[in-house]
């Protein structure tokens, strides 16, 4: 099994000023993509068929992307998970105006939290998980790292045998990475910008939490 992890907003806590203008966001989106080894190839092919229809030459962003094609990814999105119903994939927004302030010095420590909460219902009778992170993705600033966090959580909290391998990538090399930052942006702006078209489509078939709403 492959996991793969990407987030849409930031970790700021500025929130005196909107968003874009001088403010952080107050939102805070994880997608995950939960592919046995066998299909990555289903949904790194969204991705690589759009690269070919509009002549993107670089990575190309969600957030950068018309409505249009998202809308187009939402329903490729949909037809792939259809077929393929063991690919999995998972979201968790978090309101960060609600985050409590003795948490928000650490923002990695809520990130990690996050990514517990997600990650425990997917480990169950599950051996392996190559776990691919984007390398830009937040990284805890004391203690162990994400993926030490997660493994001890796998064995003593959530009582899997699941082994963690860490293999964190870049997204501009990695089609499934950018597969998944599509989803977080996705889900984000409807929280962030309150938009419903995509969001409608795409929220059919992933699994939601919200935190601290």
């Given at each position: 099994m492959q996991v793969y992890l990407d987030e849409s907003g930031d970790t700021g806590w500025q929130f005196s000023f909107p968003y874009r203008r001088g403010g952080s966001s107050r939102f805070l989106s994880l997608a995950f993509l939960f592919v046995p080894k066998i299909h990555r190839k289903a949904t790194k092919q969204i991705v690589v068929e759009m690269y070919k229809k509009y002549g993107w030459k670089n990575e190309k962003k969600a957030a950068d992307a018309s409505i249009n094609q998202k809308l187009e990814f939402a329903g490729s999105l949909n037809a792939v998970l259809q077929k393929f119903p063991d690919i999995k994939i998972a979201c968790i927004t978090v309101k960060k105006e609600n985050v409590q302030?003795?948490?928000?010095?650490?923002?990695?420590?809520?990130?990690?939290?996050?990514?517990?909460?997600?990650?425990?219902?997917?480990?169950?009778?599950?051996?392996?998980?190559?776990?691919?992170?984007?390398?830009?993705?937040?990284?805890?600033?004391?203690g162990n790292s994400l993926s030490d966090y997660l493994q001890t959580v796998f064995w003593f909290e959530c009582s899997a045998k699941t082994k963690l391998i860490n293999n964190p990538q870049e997204s501009d090399k990695n089609y499934n990475l950018q597969f998944v930052d599509w989803v977080a942006h996705c889900v984000w702006s409807h929280f962030e910008d309150g938009e419903t078209v995509v969001f409608s489509e795409i929220s059919k078939q992933i699994k939601q939490r919200q935190l601290f709403f």
């Open positions: 302030s003795h948490i928000r010095p650490d923002p990695n420590k809520l990130y990690n939290y996050m990514c517990k909460l997600v990650t425990c219902d997917y480990v169950d009778q599950i051996n392996e998980i190559e776990f691919i992170p984007d390398k830009r993705t937040i990284r805890v600033e004391s």
